[in-house]
């Protein structure tokens, strides 16, 4: 992330720990599709992990689940949180190397259209992937919304309510995953969130 990015963050952390999920079916839905996937042996690595919500429902079914963010105030909270032995909460950039690489499943849950450099991040990420292992993403396309709601990005980043993003298009992203070395196997959506792609891909081995 930017120091505008951070910044960003700090400032809503606490509002977005205590902010419910707008969409409880679909976010549950996610975590069910998620978590099918998932072997209780498995090394997890998530990366912009926020305030820690998705690693601590996930992170008791498998043997670690590492998750990351580079916001101190987020990672601070999610810190504060009540969790279990096999999540650990790191600071850290996305596309850092992590020491307990290979990972078994890497997560990225609304974070690609965030990072300074998502084919670099995709590439760091592919490479800590063991061969074989999944690569779990949900992103943003804001190219893709209707032009009226585009047009709202620009005032709503003005007013400090929306950080700098990229306007991804979902051909952009699938291209982009593909150009990493992952293998698409599947794409979806969840609940009223038809702009933010659901990918499962695989490190081909």
């Known amino acids: 992330m930017s120091a505008d990015q951070i910044g960003f963050w700090d400032r809503v952390a606490e509002r977005y720990a205590a902010r419910p999920v707008r969409d409880v079916a679909a976010y549950e839905e996610m975590l069910a ?5 998932l072997r ?3 090394k997890v690595l998530e990366i912009g992990c926020g305030t820690g919500s998705t690693a ?3 992170g ?3 043997g670690l689940w590492l998750a990351t963010d580079l916001s101190p ?3 601070r909270i999610a810190c504060a949180r009540p969790g279990c ?4 909460f790191r600071q ?3 596309e850092a190397r992590q020491a307990e690489a290979p990972f078994d499943v890497i997560c ?3 974070i690609l259209h965030l990072v300074p450099d998502a084919e670099a991040t995709l590439a760091a990420l592919f490479e800590q992937l063991s061969p074989g292992g999944l690569f779990l993403s949900k992103t943003w396309c804001l190219a893709d919304l209707p032009f009226w709601m585009k047009a709202l990005l620009p005032l709503l980043r003005l007013r400090g309510w929306m950080p700098p993003a990229r306007a991804l298009r979902a051909a952009e992203l699938r291209a982009m995953i593909l150009a990493a070395g992952f293998a698409i196997e599947e794409e979806r959506t969840f609940g009223k969130g038809k702009h933010s792609r659901y990918i499962v891909a695989r490190k081909p081995g």
């Open 73 to 75: 105030e987020m990672h």
């Open 85 to 88: 032995a096999q999540v650990q």
């Open 108 to 110: 990225a849950f609304h």
């Open 56 to 58: 601590l429902r996930l």
């Open 60 to 62: 008791p079914q498998v």
């Open 92 to 94: 850290t950039a996305a």
């Open 33 to 37: 599709e998620v978590a099918a996937r």
């Open 40 to 42: 209780p042996g498995d």
